[in-house]
Protein backbone atom coordinates (compact mmCIF):
# COMPACT_ATOMS: atom_id res chain seq x y z
CA UNK A 1 0.00 0.00 0.00
CA UNK A 2 1.18 3.36 -0.97
CA UNK A 3 0.61 6.88 0.36
CA UNK A 4 0.47 9.86 -0.82
CA UNK A 5 2.60 12.65 0.78
CA UNK A 6 2.54 16.12 0.05
CA UNK A 7 5.37 18.20 -0.93
CA UNK A 8 4.63 20.88 1.23
CA UNK A 9 1.91 21.74 4.29
CA UNK A 10 -1.08 22.56 3.51
CA UNK A 11 -2.36 26.26 3.23
CA UNK A 12 -3.87 25.90 6.41
CA UNK A 13 -0.93 25.53 8.25
CA UNK A 14 1.03 27.69 6.53
CA UNK A 15 -1.27 30.66 7.32
CA UNK A 16 -2.61 29.50 10.40
CA UNK A 17 -2.76 32.74 12.49
CA UNK A 18 -0.90 33.00 16.10
CA UNK A 19 -3.07 32.20 18.62
CA UNK A 20 -1.12 34.57 21.04
CA UNK A 21 -2.52 37.91 20.23
CA UNK A 22 -6.16 36.34 20.83
CA UNK A 23 -5.87 35.18 24.23
CA UNK A 24 -6.90 37.46 27.24
CA UNK A 25 -4.27 39.01 29.50
CA UNK A 26 -4.65 36.00 32.10
CA UNK A 27 -4.16 33.65 29.80
CA UNK A 28 -1.00 35.31 28.42
CA UNK A 29 0.20 35.53 31.73
CA UNK A 30 0.61 31.78 32.18
CA UNK A 31 1.98 30.68 28.58
CA UNK A 32 4.80 33.77 29.48
CA UNK A 33 5.51 31.82 33.43
CA UNK A 34 5.79 28.62 31.49
CA UNK A 35 7.98 29.99 28.66
CA UNK A 36 10.16 31.14 31.32
CA UNK A 37 10.13 27.95 33.66
CA UNK A 38 9.85 25.29 31.39
CA UNK A 39 13.69 24.60 31.32
CA UNK A 40 13.57 23.73 35.15
CA UNK A 41 10.26 23.49 36.09
CA UNK A 42 10.55 19.66 36.65
CA UNK A 43 14.26 19.42 37.14
CA UNK A 44 14.71 16.83 39.01
CA UNK A 45 18.22 16.04 39.39
CA UNK A 46 17.94 18.45 43.12
CA UNK A 47 17.10 17.45 46.25
CA UNK A 48 13.53 16.60 47.30
CA UNK A 49 13.13 19.79 49.50
CA UNK A 50 14.24 21.58 46.51
CA UNK A 51 11.78 19.84 44.54
CA UNK A 52 9.00 20.74 47.32
CA UNK A 53 10.24 24.47 47.13
CA UNK A 54 9.94 24.40 43.27
CA UNK A 55 6.24 22.58 43.62
CA UNK A 56 4.66 25.54 46.05
CA UNK A 57 6.39 28.38 43.80
CA UNK A 58 4.10 27.01 41.11
CA UNK A 59 1.45 26.39 43.01
CA UNK A 60 1.18 30.08 44.14
CA UNK A 61 1.49 31.18 40.76
CA UNK A 62 -1.97 28.89 39.50
CA UNK A 63 -3.60 30.10 42.72
CA UNK A 64 -3.02 33.74 42.29
CA UNK A 65 -5.88 35.53 41.12
CA UNK A 66 -7.99 32.52 41.15
CA UNK A 67 -11.63 32.00 43.19
CA UNK A 68 -11.04 32.83 46.71
CA UNK A 69 -12.62 29.94 49.42
CA UNK A 70 -14.39 31.09 52.56
CA UNK A 71 -13.02 27.64 53.60
CA UNK A 72 -12.07 24.34 53.48
CA UNK A 73 -13.47 21.33 54.56
CA UNK A 74 -11.29 18.02 54.32
CA UNK A 75 -13.52 15.00 54.51
CA UNK A 76 -12.95 10.94 53.59
CA UNK A 77 -15.45 9.80 51.53
CA UNK A 78 -16.19 6.02 51.82
CA UNK A 79 -15.02 3.79 48.33
CA UNK A 80 -14.69 0.13 47.09
CA UNK A 81 -11.00 0.27 48.91
CA UNK A 82 -11.37 2.51 51.32
CA UNK A 83 -12.16 5.62 52.73
CA UNK A 84 -10.50 8.05 50.29
CA UNK A 85 -9.23 11.63 50.86
CA UNK A 86 -11.37 14.94 49.73
CA UNK A 87 -11.52 18.80 50.05
CA UNK A 88 -14.04 20.66 49.74
CA UNK A 89 -13.46 24.27 48.79
CA UNK A 90 -16.15 27.44 49.73
CA UNK A 91 -15.55 30.15 46.87
CA UNK A 92 -16.64 33.68 47.64
CA UNK A 93 -19.93 35.09 46.84
CA UNK A 94 -18.47 37.01 43.79
CA UNK A 95 -16.66 34.64 41.91
CA UNK A 96 -14.55 35.63 38.59
CA UNK A 97 -12.96 32.62 37.71
CA UNK A 98 -14.60 30.99 34.45
CA UNK A 99 -14.60 27.71 36.48
CA UNK A 100 -17.21 29.09 38.83
CA UNK A 101 -18.58 31.48 36.84
CA UNK A 102 -19.63 28.85 34.21
CA UNK A 103 -20.78 26.17 36.72
CA UNK A 104 -23.07 28.51 38.54
CA UNK A 105 -24.69 29.29 35.32
CA UNK A 106 -24.43 25.41 34.19
CA UNK A 107 -22.62 26.85 31.10
CA UNK A 108 -21.02 23.47 29.80
CA UNK A 109 -20.06 24.91 25.97
CA UNK A 110 -18.80 28.58 27.53
CA UNK A 111 -16.54 26.40 30.08
CA UNK A 112 -14.75 24.06 27.70
CA UNK A 113 -14.21 27.05 25.12
CA UNK A 114 -12.16 28.73 27.64
CA UNK A 115 -10.73 25.22 29.00
CA UNK A 116 -9.45 24.48 25.60
CA UNK A 117 -7.96 26.83 24.73
CA UNK A 118 -5.21 26.17 27.58
CA UNK A 119 -5.18 22.92 27.77
CA UNK A 120 -4.03 22.90 23.95
CA UNK A 121 -1.18 25.39 25.45
CA UNK A 122 0.09 22.50 27.69
CA UNK A 123 -0.67 19.73 26.15
CA UNK A 124 -3.14 17.95 29.15
CA UNK A 125 -6.27 15.85 27.95
CA UNK A 126 -7.78 15.28 25.53
CA UNK A 127 -4.72 17.29 23.31
CA UNK A 128 -3.03 14.49 24.85
CA UNK A 129 -2.95 11.35 27.22
CA UNK A 130 -1.72 11.63 30.72
CA UNK A 131 -0.14 8.35 32.83
CA UNK A 132 -0.23 8.93 36.73
CA UNK A 133 2.12 6.08 38.33
CA UNK A 134 1.37 5.96 42.44
CA UNK A 135 3.51 4.68 44.39
CA UNK A 136 2.41 3.31 47.69
CA UNK A 137 4.53 1.86 50.48
CA UNK A 138 4.46 0.90 54.21
CA UNK A 139 7.96 2.54 54.16
CA UNK A 140 8.69 6.43 53.17
CA UNK A 141 12.46 5.05 51.92
CA UNK A 142 11.02 1.92 50.74
CA UNK A 143 8.62 4.39 47.99
CA UNK A 144 10.59 6.51 47.52
CA UNK A 145 13.81 4.49 46.05
CA UNK A 146 10.81 2.64 43.82
CA UNK A 147 9.53 5.62 42.90
CA UNK A 148 12.41 6.83 41.63
CA UNK A 149 14.05 3.55 39.75
CA UNK A 150 10.55 3.49 38.12
CA UNK A 151 10.79 7.12 36.74
CA UNK A 152 14.58 5.99 35.59
CA UNK A 153 14.10 3.56 33.93
CA UNK A 154 11.57 5.51 31.95
CA UNK A 155 13.40 8.31 31.46
CA UNK A 156 16.84 5.71 30.28
CA UNK A 157 14.28 3.93 27.77
CA UNK A 158 12.86 6.88 25.83
CA UNK A 159 15.89 9.50 26.22
CA UNK A 160 14.05 11.73 28.23
CA UNK A 161 16.11 14.98 29.37
CA UNK A 162 16.49 16.64 33.05
CA UNK A 163 14.12 19.07 31.96
CA UNK A 164 12.12 16.03 31.94
CA UNK A 165 11.03 16.15 28.27
CA UNK A 166 11.85 13.16 25.13
CA UNK A 167 10.91 13.58 21.71
CA UNK A 168 9.48 16.11 20.36
CA UNK A 169 5.98 15.83 18.98
CA UNK A 170 3.91 18.13 16.90
CA UNK A 171 4.11 21.87 17.12
CA UNK A 172 5.01 22.81 20.74
CA UNK A 173 3.84 19.97 22.74
CA UNK A 174 6.95 17.14 23.55
CA UNK A 175 6.08 13.77 21.53
CA UNK A 176 6.44 12.76 25.57
CA UNK A 177 7.00 14.40 29.34
CA UNK A 178 8.05 13.00 32.15
CA UNK A 179 6.79 15.10 36.02
CA UNK A 180 8.51 13.65 39.07
CA UNK A 181 8.76 11.72 40.98
CA UNK A 182 7.92 13.10 44.25
CA UNK A 183 5.56 13.18 47.09
CA UNK A 184 1.80 13.11 46.97
CA UNK A 185 -0.16 16.27 47.65
CA UNK A 186 -0.87 14.47 50.30
CA UNK A 187 2.08 12.07 51.60
CA UNK A 188 0.86 9.81 54.29
CA UNK A 189 -2.56 7.97 54.63
CA UNK A 190 -3.03 5.49 57.60
CA UNK A 191 0.42 4.72 57.47
CA UNK A 192 1.28 4.43 54.09
CA UNK A 193 4.09 6.60 52.03
CA UNK A 194 2.18 7.81 48.60
CA UNK A 195 4.64 8.63 45.76
CA UNK A 196 3.62 9.45 42.35
CA UNK A 197 5.14 10.64 38.67
CA UNK A 198 3.01 11.59 35.70
CA UNK A 199 3.70 10.59 31.97
CA UNK A 200 2.41 12.73 29.38
CA UNK A 201 2.11 12.41 26.01
CA UNK A 202 0.33 12.44 22.70
CA UNK A 203 -0.12 8.77 21.56
CA UNK A 204 -2.27 6.55 23.62
CA UNK A 205 -0.44 3.05 22.91
CA UNK A 206 2.95 4.88 23.68
CA UNK A 207 1.71 5.02 27.31
CA UNK A 208 0.01 1.71 27.14
CA UNK A 209 3.82 0.05 26.65
CA UNK A 210 5.12 2.00 29.29
CA UNK A 211 2.51 0.57 31.87
CA UNK A 212 3.33 -2.94 30.61
CA UNK A 213 7.43 -2.21 30.80
CA UNK A 214 7.20 -0.68 34.08
CA UNK A 215 4.55 -4.30 35.22
CA UNK A 216 7.16 -6.20 33.83
CA UNK A 217 9.97 -4.23 35.89
CA UNK A 218 8.21 -4.71 39.10
CA UNK A 219 8.12 -8.52 38.94
CA UNK A 220 11.45 -8.79 39.30
CA UNK A 221 10.68 -8.17 42.76
CA UNK A 222 10.33 -5.23 45.41
CA UNK A 223 9.63 -4.80 49.02
CA UNK A 224 6.56 -6.46 49.98
CA UNK A 225 4.91 -3.27 51.33
CA UNK A 226 5.45 -1.45 48.14
CA UNK A 227 2.47 -1.05 45.40
CA UNK A 228 1.66 0.47 42.51
CA UNK A 229 -1.48 1.56 40.59
CA UNK A 230 -1.68 3.34 36.76
CA UNK A 231 -4.40 6.08 36.14
CA UNK A 232 -4.55 6.71 32.81
CA UNK A 233 -6.16 10.41 32.35
CA UNK A 234 -7.02 11.11 35.69
CA UNK A 235 -9.45 13.25 36.67
CA UNK A 236 -7.67 13.97 39.70
CA UNK A 237 -4.10 14.10 40.68
CA UNK A 238 -2.20 12.20 43.51
Given at each position: ?15 K ?38 Y ?14 V ?13 V ?22 N ?86 R ?44
Open positions: MEFFMPDRKPDYEINPDPYPMLCESMKKVIDYQAEHSADAFDTDCSWDELRVKVEERRFWNEGGPQAKTVEVMVPGPMGDPARIYYPDDKPEHYAVVCAAEQYEKFYNEEIIYREMVGYPPVSHMLAVQIFSRSEESGRRLAEKLSASVRSVYGITAGGRGEEGSGQIPELQLIGPGAASIGKINDIFFVFYLKCTGYDKLIRIKDMLEEEMQGGQASGDMVQFDFDPVNTL
